[in-house]
């Protein structure tokens, strides 16, 4: 196979298209070429490998599409998929998975004792070589998955917990605000300190990150994390309640993923709750300031918010699976004040 059949694909949350177009711009040598509703597709590169510094990107793959490209056509012609495993493969790879209709097929069996052979790999469930063999609207696609992890799991995260943000997410949140020109970051009801992080590892012109929560325990998962990614000189935690209005001093941009339904305030008056946070962040941010926030609570947020003296500026919608297999909408929002 040679390079101009091949093509990067960008797999991305739903809904976060545009965020991943402008992060591209940091790769002057990769374009977009063709789009689907959860990927952006881009020019091959020798040094693909660098993609994984993307921050608004889920996975990275190395495809081949064409219409012949199902199942038993790779099964007769199996270098199509030995050229892009060969691309990828090296010694931090020990397992691989082919995902592919029809995977007990004599087809899918012999491509799987191939990569056995060839690439003196296991097959597993859990596997670290990503492979599929999917159709997709005018063509097959042949991929494998450049890194074993997600790049959206973070090395960081050594601390997760329940209703924590995705960080792709976070990224784009914050890629929303006009952050290269702030000084001064608040992240309220900060939990495992995804936004925060997110925002420091980005931004090193911004010198005030803060964050606050009133659960103890998300502090100090916070803390692992922010200690993990090196940035325990650079962001300072408070145990604070929103309804006690801690004085933090003034910031250019505040954030947050708002805390919703059960997990995370069971019996708590999430109108009540989202009211105080409003008002608290107008009086917390500065003139030219800008207010983001990540919510599933789309029509209560807006309500809140129409009361009070906030203007939408930006507004994405999300949408995807969590981590406990439920299909997710939520938004994310940019306000600033009104004049
Ligand atoms: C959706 S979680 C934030 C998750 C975070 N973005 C992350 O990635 O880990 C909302 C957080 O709000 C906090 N919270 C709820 N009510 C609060 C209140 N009244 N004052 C301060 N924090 C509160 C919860 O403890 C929780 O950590």
Redesign the pocket.
Known sequence: MTHEQLKIKLGHIKGLQSIVVGELHKFPSVHPIAYAPEAVYVNFIEDFKILTALRSVARVYVVAQDERFNPSYIANHKSVLGDLVGLVVNAEFKTFKISCAGDKSPEVRSIADYITTTFKLVEANDADLKIHIAHEIEFWEVGVQITPRPLSLRNYKINN?S???DPTI?YALNSLCQLEVAHSYLN????????AIEAALVYPNLDKVIG????KK?ISL?IGNITEAGLIKRIQLYE????DKPDLGKFDVVVA????GMV??KG?DLEQ?YTAFVDYSYSVLNSNGRLAIYTSQIDLILRVISKSHFKLLTRLDAEFTSSVGAHLKAGIFVFAKKQ
């Open positions: 917990m209703g924590a943000m976070a309220i009801f900060s939990g495992s300190g995804t936004l606050f929560d009133f659960d998300h916070a604070k309640d929103i309804f993923d708002v805390p919703f995370i305030s708590e709750l």
